[in-house]
């Protein structure tokens, strides 16, 4: 049974940093990644990372966020700096399974940017 966990959003001031991380179990994982979505809107891409650690990002946060995985500990961390008002939102992990090939997405934590 595939189980994420996350942690690390909260309440921070624009310009600020905050590091989200998701522990995944019962599995082996090929990519891992981040989501984003607000209230009333679709679900966003934010970035992925492959298994050999190949990386990609949204432009909207490209130079500002960086994405990296433990794969000893099936863990990806988002580590979020420069933070602006418009990144506030509820931000979810997604990993997809290496032999299936099936997404699991984790609970989400909220991320608010504002002074």
């Known amino acids: 049974q595939v189980q994420l966990v996350e942690s690390g959003g909260g309440l921070v001031q624009p310009g600020g940093s905050l590091r989200l991380s998701c522990a995944a179990s019962g599995s082996i994982f090929s990519s891992m990644g981040w989501y984003r979505q607000n209230p009333g809107k679709q679900r966003e891409w934010v970035a992925t990372i492959t298994s050999s650690g190949m990386t990609n990002y949204a432009d909207s946060v490209k130079g500002r966020f960086t994405i990296s995985r433990a794969n000893a500990k099936n863990t990806v961390t988002l580590q979020m700096n420069s933070l602006k008002p418009e990144d506030t939102a509820v931000y979810y992990c997604?990993?997809?399974?290496?032999?299936?090939?099936?997404?699991?997405w984790g609970q989400g934590t909220q991320v608010t940017v504002s002074s």
């Open positions: 997604k990993v997809r399974g290496l032999t299936t090939g099936t997404a699991y």
